[in-house]
């Protein structure tokens, strides 16, 4: 749970399998935070939310209980297909070659 201001410990938290919540609002976020794919890697809530954060957080719990391995495996993939030095390099080279 990182309620505000997430960054780089989103990507370090979904290499390690681990779902995020936070919130909603881009404006006080990292880049980062978009690796937060609702239902997949992690949950949003309402800046300022209490109620809200309690829900998201609940139901991220919940995602871990159902789907356990398969929630680890799709937040390691998020990190390897957009957030890794390999994913970068190769978008850089991509745009160097067009």
Known sequence: VIPEYAGLTVVQSLDHGTPVV??????IQGPEFRAVRPDLTGLFYSRGSVPGLAD????????????????VAACRHEVTQNWSV?????RI??????
């Open 22 to 27: 936070t919130t909603d609002d881009p404006t």
């Open 56 to 71: 998201a957080i609940s139901a991220c719990l919940d995602m871990v209980d159902q789907r356990g391995d398969q929630l």
């Open 93 to 98: 080279l991509q745009a160097l070659n067009e």
């Open 86 to 90: 390999e994913s970068h390099a190769a």
